[in-house]
């Protein structure tokens, strides 16, 4: 019995075996239950630390008066400071009260600015300084953490900077001003097209041409206001170009849409014509991508692909087809034989950015011919050659050299209701009718805010303003030192 009992008595080794097991087993599991844990907790933190992280909003103002590619690539660069970009645009009132009358109303402004592609968000009725209470405003409703202007100095009538209070608070960043380009410069183009009727004479219609469209740096004759209007000289840069483009084609399914266009001073009618071409694709089938390209020659010919999901507002869109997708538009390399010595007022690669910042156009093809052939649409896939119903010449059908004949004889041409009552001529007459007030008539009355106003209220000293702008364009130059970036 005794020697039954010591079979069975467990032998000490065994049972350190197992110990060691169990320790061993124990002690695994606790090392990966802590590792475990312990990775939880880390990756958890890193999520905590990215929910923490707010995207930076930087927000820039401005008048955006006869907007162009300078304003553009300002917005670009401001973009670039941060993750949304919010604008502000200056209201009427403001901009009369400091600068004299815009040239677009505010409703025409916001068009503009809010199709500009690097946009996130856009304030109305901004003020035209930043005050205290205003800047408040940005940094407590806005969540604004920096705000951004030029490097040229914008002084207000008492000759105080405009961005003091964001200076002194920390909160201003500086982008660089685009050479080459300003409101005034266009208006100063334009007055040169004026001055061209009494002096026509001594310049000839290819010289004219080229003054205007080539943005030479052509002064008017002293006279009237004491100074000339100097028209700037841009120099585009292949850069420049790959900064406003989209680089990315057209979808394998996308339907293309084609457009034509001089595109000249780019206005709230060609944005608002593109953005209905943009919802009508958008609606009918969202199974296309979007894409949105333009082109230009040297008549400038702008394709814009457009890919949209959206609802198609059938009342506008009723000519078009359901899966078009792609929209292009053209200006004509005679385009200052048939609209006058003049135009156009900005030049090829001006025109090119203008577009390209649009947010409806995805692309620009530089050199597109003026007449439309079967050639060029097969070679680009178009599916629909749509017009406007508002343009400069809408008597193209009456032509024999009708530029549309090979779409109209596919039965791939479409007339489109134009949403604007706007066209290049429309800002031109805008300025040119009052042009005495920008040759230095010592007042203007500006009839278009005197409604229910004594005239005495409604008298611009615009010989003043135009003198001290020019004197602060001097002063800039003269002092310009060169600022890095782009």
């Not at 409703?141 to 405009?162: Q, R």
Request: aromatic share 8%; net charge positive; hydrophobic share 35%.
């Amino acid at each position: 019995m005794g020697s039954g009992d010591s079979d069975i008595a467990p032998h000490p080794e065994k049972i350190k075996i197992v110990a060691t097991c169990l320790v061993v087993a124990v002690g695994v599991s606790l090392l990966g239950i802590y590792l475990k844990s312990g990775a939880e907790w880390r990756f958890n933190w890193s999520l905590a630390l990215k929910k923490k992280k707010k995207p930076v909003r930087v927000y820039m103002d401005g008048c955006f008066d006869m907007m162009h590619y300078g304003h553009c690539n300002a917005l670009r660069q401001a973009r670039a400071l941060g993750d949304q970009l919010v604008v502000g645009v200056v209201s009427d009132a403001e901009i009369i009260a400091n600068k004299g009358p815009p040239v677009t109303p505010l409703h025409e402004r916001m068009i503009m600015v809010n199709a500009v592609k690097w946009v996130d968000e856009v304030i109305s009725d901004a003020p035209y300084a930043i005050t205290e209470d205003f800047m408040k405003k940005l940094f407590d409703e806005y969540n604004i953490d920096y705000i951004i202007h030029g490097d040229d100095p914008c002084v207000l009538p008492d000759g105080t900077d405009a961005y003091a209070l964001a200076k002194k608070a920390g909160r201003y960043k500086q982008i660089k001003r685009t050479e080459g380009v300003s409101s005034t410069d266009i208006v100063g183009r334009m007055l040169l097209c004026t001055r061209e009727r009494s002096i026509s004479d001594s310049h000839n219609h290819s010289s004219l041409q080229r003054q205007f469209s080539h943005g030479h740096r052509q002064k008017l004759e002293e006279g009237g206001s004491g100074s000339g209007t100097r028209v700037s000289h841009f120099l585009p840069t292949s850069r420049r170009i790959v900064q406003f483009s989209n680089g990315k084609g057209p979808g394998v399914d996308a339907r293309i849409v084609y457009i034509d266009g001089a595109f000249d001073l780019f206005h709230a009618g060609h944005v608002e014509l593109a953005k209905v071409i943009g919802l009508c694709l958008h609606q009918k089938n969202n199974r296309y991508l979007s894409f949105r390209f333009s082109g230009l020659l040297e008549r400038l010919e702008i394709f814009f692909l457009l890919e949209y999901t959206m609802t198609r507002p059938s009342a506008i869109c009723k000519n078009l087809p359901n899966e078009v997708h792609f929209l292009a538009c053209r200006h004509v390399h005679g385009t200052s034989a048939k609209r006058g010595t003049h135009r156009p007022i900005m030049n090829l690669h001006e025109r090119s950015l203008s577009v390209l910042a649009c947010q409806y156009v995805d692309e620009v093809i530089i050199g597109a011919p003026w007449e439309i052939s079967r050639d060029m649409i097969t070679t680009f896939n178009i599916s629909t050659v749509v017009h406007g119903t508002v343009a400069e010449n809408n008597e193209f059908q009456k032509e024999l050299d009708n530029p549309y004949a090979v779409p109209i004889s596919m039965g791939i041409f479409k007339v489109l209701d134009s949403p604007l009552d706007i066209t290049t001529t429309t800002i031109i007459r805008r300025i040119v009718s009052n042009h005495e007030a920008y040759q230095g008539l010592d007042t203007y009355l500006v009839h278009t805010y005197c409604s229910g106003s004594s005239s005495q209220k409604c008298i611009f000293c615009m010989q003043k303003r135009n003198q001290k702008k020019a004197e602060s364009e001097r002063r800039y130059y003269e002092d310009k030192t060169h600022v890095p970036g782009d």
